[in-house]
């Protein structure tokens, strides 16, 4: 079946450790997109890619960071740095370079940070 | 940045009764997108909607692309207690590639 998938669905962690969320689509979408959720919020945009090698600095960037090695994988980064890190959060990804911009979410991974 | 307001906010609602809720921008839109959401899941795409004035259905629910661009409304019928979750409008203002802009959600609760 083709879709998205994240793990792990849920995950602990201490102040001051980094932490990975895994994003993998086997959709055959070029671009890829990481949102924040906080509890009773619309989604928060913090990093996208529109192609392999590449990508651009959502609206809530500080504190996290990506790559984008593979078409199919666009890990999130949580760094340190991030003041706030608890919160769900969501990968999606669209098919790209065309006028549909339907956007696909995967299930989500929540982070506790401890 | 782009902002759309999306209402109500929340609401608790009679099995049976209908539904609806809408998104306004102040600015212009291309594509408007409707989604729900279960609590701790992701977003599942419910309406696309792609030309200012279309009327597009699915199942129960209908959705509008409104005629100046800058609003879109989603109609459920006759509400069942499975409805219940988030509904999120998302907008894309230009062109292809440009980013989704979210609606801050509204909760539905059904009372059976």
């Known amino acids: 079946d083709g879709g998205i998938t994240q793990s792990p669905k849920y995950l602990f962690r201490k102040e001051g450790q980094n932490v990975t969320l895994s994003c993998e689509q086997n959709l055959n979408h070029d671009a890829m997109y990481w949102y924040r959720q906080d509890p009773g919020q619309g989604l928060r945009l913090i990093y996208y890619s529109q192609i392999v090698n590449d990508f651009q600095k959502g609206d809530i960037a500080e504190g996290y960071s990506v790559s984008r090695e593979k078409k199919e994988s666009f890990p999130l980064t949580v760094t340190s740095a991030q003041k706030n890190p608890t919160a769900f959060y969501l990968c999606?990804?669209?098919?790209?370079?065309?006028?549909?911009?339907?956007?696909?979410f995967g299930p989500g991974t929540r982070l506790t940070v401890l | 940045g782009q902002q759309l307001n999306q209402s109500p906010q929340s609401m608790f609602i009679q099995e049976g009764e209908d539904v609806s809720m809408n998104c306004t921008s102040s600015?212009?839109?291309?594509?408007w997108l409707w989604y729900k959401q279960d609590p701790g899941e992701g977003p599942v795409l419910l309406i696309a909607?792609?030309?200012?004035?279309e009327l597009t259905s699915n199942g129960r629910l209908t959705a509008q692309f409104g005629i100046t661009r800058k609003d879109s409304f989603l109609n459920i019928s006759a509400s069942i207690p499975s409805d219940v979750g988030i509904y999120f409008c998302a907008g894309q203002p230009g062109a292809a590639g440009n980013m989704l802009t979210f609606g801050g959600g509204t909760r539905l609760m059904v009372k059976p």
């Open positions: 999606a990804s669209t098919l790209g370079g065309t006028v549909y911009n339907e956007q696909f």
């Open positions: 600015s212009i839109f291309n594509t």
């Open positions: 909607l792609y030309k200012a004035g």
